[in-house]
């Protein structure tokens, strides 16, 4: 934990977290005045715990901060590089998004959409789906978008619990050269929804579809509609949109975000964070489909009129360097992805990104799952050759946007691997025991957050009581986001796993990462999931899932001998699996996380339950026959 990387590389504003600290709201107060309100508010936080309502009174809407407020410098400037997967490519500038969104937003109005209604989304990563969604917003409709890899079965779910009136999907959408129909996918998830009055079909494919009464063409309804459309003064608190979170942990939960306060949160943390400025070229990898592409795809980056890539497609097709190609391509200069995402690039070995061009890249950045500090080392030397600062960015869907991160852009300190650093100013997040107490320096426990933040979800649609028992009961008055971490010396946070798969061996807890990063660690090894299981004499023992690099043909029962040396030396004895397998692959949700549930169940011989987000069955078939095999 002493290594320190990207000193010097970022601005300094003492003044923000002095503002911050002295007085939370009015810090927050400040910061929506960078927004453009149609209103004023009366008061800026209402907090009635557990629910808290932002900048009370004023009235905003999120697509004309998004688009309108551009207009007289920006509408020249491309908002969106749209890269499609085949090497399409097609740019939007901030005009003409502001005409495209006007429009599709009177096709909503057209087909009798009001204020307060749902629309679910269900499209590829084509810049038709950022137009869907802000035309939702103009109207005042709250979106629901849902990742197109879903099936019918998990789809049906979420458009039942939110009784969207129009559904809005495309023929199909390209993934790895091959088409998905997400027409027929969606025509099965809506059988007997009398509730559904019209789906809009976006023709990406032009492979064939059939169609209804119900379903109207994007084209058609685009055609001779009007491109002038009001963007209504909408409360603060008004719901901007439902989105599932990720399912990492099971059932996902729809989380309702507002308008004003999370749009403060985002414009905010957007600027602090990724220091961005009016030259930049913005790629963040995340499918639109996740609260990422929802809030760093979107909403942000379009809220500062910045420059962004769009990537239709998957990250290894055509081929393992497609990556580095759009990188070089358009010259990016600030890059976000995932530790998932970066491990598969490490896989595939350093030449990949060495044969390209990376010199324009300036920042990078993590979201999503702890970074193994071995990957954040390779992420800084290999693509950012040591001249880009690494943002590692703690966050979740009901956060709403970043909460634990270094922020370059008001502020340098030293970074250090698997850290993410400090909370953002205007929050009070900190460590604490069973009791929530908060432990000293060093002592792992959970995460905890006091008080509230502008991005802070509204509630779980329409499970208030739900929203109560899951983030506010295991603590009083404060957030409990289900993360396990330590604070160290210098008041840095490390994210150590999920508080539910936390490892209790003879009295000893350790986070999932700590193990997983100390196993990643080794050169051999690509991924790594551990899990505890119950043990008469222990009480839990621990089993390590191992995926290996490309190319690796080392003997597995020498490498499984130096991993527990490893292991024995860099974590303590205690922490010795009792047994290792090695797979092809690990079970995970569409958005990239690693579901140690599955894993845990497999080993216990437990039916493994909800698998509605898990990406790639086969991955849980190859484990539970090795298990079988070897527990025979
Ligand atoms: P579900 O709540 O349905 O189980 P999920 O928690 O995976 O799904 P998300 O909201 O997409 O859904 O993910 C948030 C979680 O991701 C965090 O609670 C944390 O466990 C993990 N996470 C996100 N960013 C980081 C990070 N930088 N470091 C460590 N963990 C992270
Ligand atoms: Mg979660």
């Given at each position: 934990?002493?290594?320190?990387?990207?000193?010097?590389?970022?601005?300094?504003?003492?003044?923000?977290?002095?503002?911050?600290?002295?007085?939370?709201?009015?810090?927050?107060?400040?910061?929506?005045?960078?927004?453009?309100?149609?209103?004023?508010?009366?008061?800026?936080?209402?907090?009635?715990?557990?629910?808290?309502?932002?900048?009370?009174?004023?009235?905003?809407?999120?697509?004309?901060?998004?688009?309108?407020?551009?207009?007289?410098?920006?509408?020249?400037?491309?908002?969106?590089?749209?890269?499609?997967?085949?090497?399409?490519?097609?740019?939007?500038?901030?005009?003409?998004?502001?005409?495209?969104?006007?429009?599709?937003?009177?096709?909503l109005k057209s087909l009798g959409v009001k204020q307060g209604d749902r629309v679910t989304i269900y499209l590829p990563m084509v810049p038709e789906l950022p137009i869907a969604m802000l035309a939702c917003a103009r109207i005042g409709a709250v979106h629901t978008v849902i990742f197109s890899g879903f099936s019918a079965a998990s789809i049906k779910d979420r458009i039942d619990d939110s009784k969207s009136k129009i559904v809005i999907t495309a023929d199909g959408?390209?993934?790895?050269?091959?088409?998905?129909?997400?027409?027929?996918?969606?025509?099965?998830?809506?059988?007997?929804?009398?509730?559904?009055?019209?789906?809009?079909?976006?023709?990406?494919?032009?492979?064939?579809?059939?169609?209804?009464?119900?379903?109207?063409?994007?084209?058609?309804?685009?055609?001779?509609?009007?491109?002038?459309?009001?963007?209504?003064?909408?409360?603060?608190?008004?719901?901007?949109?439902?989105?599932?979170?990720?399912?990492?942990?099971?059932?996902?939960?729809?989380?309702?975000?507002?308008?004003?306060?999370?749009?403060?949160?985002?414009?905010?943390?957007?600027?602090?964070?990724?220091?961005?400025?009016?030259?930049?070229?913005?790629?963040?990898?995340?499918?639109?489909?996740?609260?990422?592409?929802?809030?760093?795809?979107?909403?942000?980056?379009?809220?500062?009129?910045?420059?962004?890539?769009?990537?239709?497609?998957?990250?290894?097709?055509?081929?393992?360097?497609?990556?580095?190609?759009?990188?070089?391509?358009?010259?990016?200069?600030?890059?976000?992805?995932?530790?998932?995402?970066?491990?598969?690039?490490?896989?595939?070995?350093?030449?990949?990104?060495?044969?390209?061009?990376?010199?324009?890249?300036?920042?990078?950045?993590?979201?999503?799952?702890?970074?193994?500090?071995?990957?954040?080392?390779?992420?800084?030397?290999?693509?950012?050759?040591?001249?880009?600062?690494?943002?590692?960015?703690?966050?979740?869907?009901?956060?709403?946007?970043?909460?634990?991160?270094?922020?370059?852009?008001?502020?340098?300190?030293?970074?250090?691997?698997?850290?993410?650093?400090?909370?953002?100013?205007?929050?009070?997040?900190?460590?604490?025991?069973?009791?929530?107490?908060?432990?000293?320096?060093?002592?792992?426990?959970?995460?905890?957050?006091?008080?509230?933040?502008?991005?802070?979800?509204?509630?779980?649609?329409?499970?208030?009581?739900?929203?109560?028992?899951?983030?506010?009961?295991?603590?009083?008055?404060?957030?409990?986001?289900?993360?396990?971490?330590?604070?160290?010396?210098?008041?840095?946070?490390?994210?150590?796993?999920?508080?539910?798969?936390?490892?209790?061996?003879a009295g000893h807890r350790i986070g999932t990462a700590e193990l997983e990063s100390c196993i990643v660690s080794d050169d051999y090894v690509a991924e790594s999931a551990v899990c505890g299981i119950p043990d008469d004499v222990k009480g839990e023992v621990i089993i390590a899932y191992v995926v290996l690099k490309n190319g690796v043909t080392i003997d597995k029962s020498i490498l499984e001998k130096n991993l527990y040396n490893k292991i024995r030396n860099d974590?303590?004895?205690?922490?010795?699996?009792?047994?290792?397998?090695?797979?092809?692959?690990?079970?995970?949700?569409?958005?990239?996380?690693?579901?140690?549930?599955?894993?845990?169940?497999?080993?216990?011989?437990?039916?493994?339950?909800?698998?509605?987000?898990?990406?790639?069955?086969?991955?849980?078939?190859?484990?539970?026959?090795?298990?079988?095999?070897?527990?025979?």
């Amino acid at each position: 934990m002493s290594e320190k990387y990207g000193v010097g590389l970022g601005n300094n504003d003492a003044t923000i977290r002095k503002k911050a600290d002295s007085d939370y709201v009015s810090f927050w107060d400040e910061q929506a005045h960078n927004l453009s309100w149609f209103s004023p508010w009366e008061k800026t936080l209402d907090w009635n715990p557990p629910f808290a309502k932002w900048f009370v009174g004023g009235k905003i809407n999120a697509s004309y901060n998004a688009l309108d407020i551009h207009q007289t410098t920006k509408s020249q400037k491309p908002a969106i590089l749209w890269e499609g997967e085949n090497g399409d490519s097609k740019t939007y500038t901030y005009g003409d998004l502001f005409v495209e969104v006007q429009k599709f937003a009177n096709v909503l109005k057209s087909l009798g959409v009001k204020q307060g209604d749902r629309v679910t989304i269900y499209l590829p990563m084509v810049p038709e789906l950022p137009i869907a969604m802000l035309a939702c917003a103009r109207i005042g409709a709250v979106h629901t978008v849902i990742f197109s890899g879903f099936s019918a079965a998990s789809i049906k779910d979420r458009i039942d619990d939110s009784k969207s009136k129009i559904v809005i999907t495309a023929d199909g959408g390209y993934r790895r050269g091959k088409i998905v129909k997400l027409k027929e996918v969606i025509d099965d998830a809506i059988k007997g929804f009398e509730f559904v009055k019209h789906v809009i079909v976006l023709e990406r494919t032009k492979n064939q579809i059939s169609l209804s009464s119900k379903d109207k063409l994007w084209t058609d309804l685009m055609e001779s509609i009007s491109d002038s459309c009001n963007a209504e003064k909408l409360p603060s608190d008004h719901p901007l949109y439902i989105l599932y979170t990720s399912g990492t942990t099971g059932k996902p939960k729809g989380v309702l975000h507002g308008t004003g306060g999370y749009l403060t949160h985002l414009y905010s943390t957007f600027k602090w964070a990724f220091d961005i400025k009016d030259s930049d070229i913005f790629f963040c990898t995340a499918d639109i489909g996740w609260v990422t592409g929802h809030s760093y795809v979107v909403y942000a980056p379009l809220l500062h009129g910045a420059t962004q890539i769009m990537y239709e497609g998957a990250p290894d097709f055509p081929d393992v360097s497609r990556m580095w190609d759009i990188l070089q391509k358009y010259k990016t200069t600030i890059f976000y992805t995932t530790p998932t995402a970066l491990r598969m690039f490490m896989k595939f070995g350093d030449d990949v990104p060495n044969s390209f061009d990376l010199s324009s890249l300036r920042l990078l950045g993590t979201v999503g799952e702890p970074i193994n500090p071995e990957v954040w080392k390779w992420y800084y030397k290999i693509i950012g050759k040591e001249k880009c600062p690494i943002i590692d960015t703690w966050w979740q869907t009901e956060t709403g946007g970043m909460m634990i991160s270094a922020l370059p852009g008001v502020e340098t300190i030293p970074l250090k691997p698997g850290s993410g650093t400090l909370p953002i100013p205007g929050t009070d997040i900190t460590v604490v025991d069973e009791f929530g107490t908060e432990v000293p320096p060093n002592t792992k426990g959970y995460l905890i957050i006091r008080n509230p933040w502008p991005g802070m979800l509204l509630t779980l649609w329409g499970d208030d009581e739900k929203y109560k028992s899951v983030y506010w009961s295991k603590y009083p008055n404060s957030y409990y986001p289900g993360d396990y971490a330590l604070k160290d010396d210098d008041g840095y946070l490390w994210l150590l796993g999920r508080a539910d798969d936390v490892l209790k061996i003879a009295g000893h807890r350790i986070g999932t990462a700590e193990l997983e990063s100390c196993i990643v660690s080794d050169d051999y090894v690509a991924e790594s999931a551990v899990c505890g299981i119950p043990d008469d004499v222990k009480g839990e023992v621990i089993i390590a899932y191992v995926v290996l690099k490309n190319g690796v043909t080392i003997d597995k029962s020498i490498l499984e001998k130096n991993l527990y040396n490893k292991i024995r030396n860099d974590v303590g004895a205690i922490a010795t699996p009792k047994q290792i397998y090695f797979v092809s692959k690990l079970p995970k949700t569409r958005s990239g996380k690693i579901m140690r549930r599955l894993l845990k169940s497999i080993a216990n011989g437990e039916t493994i339950g909800d698998t509605s987000t898990l990406d790639d069955v086969s991955a849980v078939t190859e484990i539970q026959n090795i298990v079988k095999e070897k527990t025979k």
